[in-house]
């Protein structure tokens, strides 16, 4: 079950000062009653947190009120975890008999002036929490109590590609294939052209890298080329990488020891006169500059070369190409539920689940032929059976939000929401690697546990 962020971190909280009220009843008046305080304060913003969790979504105002919500509540976690920290040492030292020799290195032989220090702490996050917590009403929220229940509404980081693609697993590009096919074996109108560039375009989820990848290992394709090449260039067009890639690319040999100088010239003898078609995916810089510098470089092959370019960007087309631009376009609503289909059941049982499918032909409908968004949807409702957890997907209000340039998909949106809070955590912390980064996995999982 999807959970609340916010909603989560604050019944963790409530569990930890309701655990130290229980344990701490001793306590001078004072920092029981903040405890006390602390507890009901929390209890009352619990309570209006799913409901301002959904609305953030269209109220941008709202997700900075959870924003400052969220640091206010780490910092009254860690103030509670020194008070516990503290409370347990104090047990452990008394059971054991090595009062002194503790309190002399820990440096807590005052407990009252401790106590007086912690109760100022849990005070002052109190009445920061209570002033955050006035402002929830300018938000008209609802109050909604009990267990947490999915939030779902409408938010890149790319990883890179491989030119490897199951020809059977696609469904729906037949037609742009072969129209790309036809492009790739006519020669060149032009006599002072070698080489041409088809930019391939469309928005994020479309298929752009998947119909790149079956023109690429289409067989028709690999005898028409004396060779071919896959790029995966992502946000840096880095002129040095992407010939060291290309060649490796051509040749299955690393070449990370040669310096620029003999990487252009292997490049250039690796191509010339062959002819050659380069894939250059996901490209997202418009600097001209060091496309015509890597063009400059490989416009050496035979007459007939060609470069595929995908990309999101008309812009980016518009600078690299030479041909006119391929617009790519979302698959048919039909096409869609295969994909779905394929996705959301096992082979052959959607014939037992009917109204199932029902109800996925309406979401798959509101994907807007966008198949990573219905392989999305349909790996979220894989072996989910219960019509409820399919009709909150099909009712959902982020359908209903408008999604500007570069915002994530909805689809991919609602997959997130599914997410449990531990593992949205999780989530949250690997946007500390910048885009592309190669991390170690043992160390990732050791910075999860920390």
């Known amino acids: 079950m999807a959970e609340s962020f916010a909603f989560n971190i604050a019944d963790k909280l409530l569990g930890k000062a309701t655990s130290l009220l229980v344990d701490q009843v001793s306590l001078a008046g004072g920092v029981y009653a903040e405890l006390e305080n602390l507890k009901d304060t929390l209890s009352a913003v619990k309570a209006v947190l799913l409901d301002a969790e959904e609305q953030q979504l269209s109220n941008h105002q709202l997700t900075d009120w959870l924003g400052k919500l969220k640091d206010c509540f780490y910092d009254a976690e860690d103030v509670l975890d020194e008070f516990g920290y503290d409370s347990l040492l104090r047990e452990v030292v008394n059971e054991e008999g090595f009062r002194r020799k503790v309190r002399q290195f820990f440096s807590t032989s005052n407990p009252l002036a401790f106590r007086f220090k912690i109760g100022s702490k849990i005070k002052g996050i109190r009445e920061r929490l209570d002033k955050i917590a006035a402002d929830a009403d300018i938000f008209n929220l609802k109050k909604i109590m009990g267990v947490p229940v999915p939030v779902i509404g409408p938010h890149r980081e790319r ?20 129209k790309i096919i036809e492009f790739l074996m006519q020669s060149s109108d032009d006599d002072q052209e ?86 250059l995916d996901d490209v997202w810089s418009k600097n001209r500059d060091k496309w015509l510098e890597l063009k400059g470089l490989v416009d050496v092959g035979a007459k007939g070369s060609k470069i595929i370019v995908t990309t999101r960007d008309k812009l980016i087309a518009n600078v690299m190409g030479t041909r006119p631009m391929y617009e790519l376009k979302g698959i048919s609503d039909d096409e869609c539920l295969s994909v779905f289909i394929r996705c959301a059941f096992k082979d052959g049982e959607d014939k037992r689940y009917p109204r199932l499918v029902r109800i996925g032909n309406d979401i798959v409908k509101k994907c807007q032929g966008l198949p990573l968004a219905v392989k999305t949807l349909g790996g979220l409702l894989y072996l989910k059976t219960n019509k409820n957890e399919w009709v909150r997907v099909q009712d959902s209000e982020c359908w209903q939000l408008e999604q500007e340039k570069d915002d994530i998909l909805h689809a991919l949106k609602l997959s997130y929401d599914d997410l449990s809070f531990d593992v949205k955590q999780c989530f949250a912390l690997c946007s500390l690697f910048p885009k592309d980064f190669q991390f170690d996995n043992l160390e990732l999982i050791q910075m999860w546990m920390g």
């Not at 990883?159 to 072969?178: L, N």
Request: glycine letters at 6%.
């Open 159 to 178: 990883e890179k590609t491989y030119s490897f693609v199951r020809a059977s697993d696609v469904i729906g590009r037949d037609g742009d294939k072969d």
């Open 194 to 279: 070698n080489m041409s560039v088809l930019p391939l375009v469309g928005i994020g989820g479309l298929g752009k890298t998947t119909l790149a990848k079956l023109v690429y290992n289409d067989a028709r394709v690999v005898k028409h080329f004396d060779k071919r090449m896959w790029v995966c260039v992502s946000d840096e067009f880095d002129v040095t990488r992407l010939i060291k890639e290309i060649i490796t690319s051509a040749t299955h040999n690393r070449c990370d020891d040669l310096l620029i100088d003999e990487l252009q010239l292997h490049l250039r003898d690796e191509l010339n006169d062959n002819k050659f078609l380069l894939v």
